[in-house]
Nanobody, 122 residues
Framework: QVQLVESGGGLVQAGGSLTLSCVASGHTSTPYAVGWFRQAPGKERDLVSTISWSNTTTYYADSVKGRFTISRDNAKNTAYLQMNSLKRDDTAVYYC???????????????WGQGTQVTVSS
């Protein structure tokens, strides 16, 4: 079992930045990929970004490409999502999730955090 806890969400003005963190605990000795997802009210939970265990493979949704950066520090069991040039459309609850590989389908992720709210005001 892996437990995930997100933090770093909050209220920010459009154009601003936030960095989300996702701390893993439990059976973290087994390599795992991390995905960041987001869910806006009334919408599906969508993939934002993924990163492999080795840090060598990353993926970004088109909507965040060039603005968001995913990274991880395995020594700290922590993954990050640096979000720059935030837009109102980025408003959502952001979740991190863990899986064996950096899948693009949320259905393939085994472990989820509780989510952290990001609100972007105009």
């Amino acid at each position: 079992q892996v437990q995930l806890v997100e933090s770093g969400g909050g209220l920010v003005q459009a154009g601003g930045s936030l960095t989300l963190s996702c701390v893993a605990s439990g059976h973290t000795s087994t390599p795992y990929a991390v995905g960041w997802f987001r869910q806006a009210p009334g919408k599906e939970r969508d993939l934002v970004s993924t990163i492999s265990w080795s840090n060598t493979t990353t993926y970004y949704a088109d909507s965040v490409k060039g603005r968001f950066t995913i990274s991880r520090d395995n020594a700290k069991n922590t993954a990050y999502l640096q979000m720059n040039s935030l837009k109102r459309d980025d408003t959502a609850v952001y979740y991190c999730a863990a899986a064996r590989l950096p899948y693009r389908s949320k259905d393939l992720y085994d472990y989820w955090g509780q989510g952290t709210q990001v609100t972007v005001s105009s």
